[in-house]
């Protein structure tokens, strides 16, 4: 338990650096509930999402866990998959 709160205050501290030390509000219980949702719900080939909607999905989880420094080992397993991925229609 406890390395899952220090998880989390890690989260916390990125996101909302002035909240970090704070008791954690409903919002950021949300926010840790929701990333542990992007990390068990990864699909094995660095993806989210379904069908021709994965490339929307996954480029959208991308670019907010790069834009806020987290879970590197996942985007890098979405990097990989963007860059091995085949476009065969480009009709977005």
Do not use: C, H
């Amino acid at each position: 338990m406890k390395s899952r709160n220090t998880f989390r205050k890690r989260i916390l501290a990125f996101i909302t650096p002035s909240l970090a030390y704070a008791e954690e509000t409903p919002q950021e219980s949300g926010l840790v509930k929701a990333i542990d949702w992007l990390k068990q719900n990864q699909k094995t080939d660095g993806s989210w999402g379904i069908d021709d909607k994965a490339f929307v999905a996954t480029s959208e989880v991308a670019g907010y866990l790069e834009k806020n420094n987290l879970l590197p080992d996942n985007l890098q397993k979405t990097v990989t998959w963007t860059e091995n991925l085949e476009i065969l229609n480009n009709d977005i």
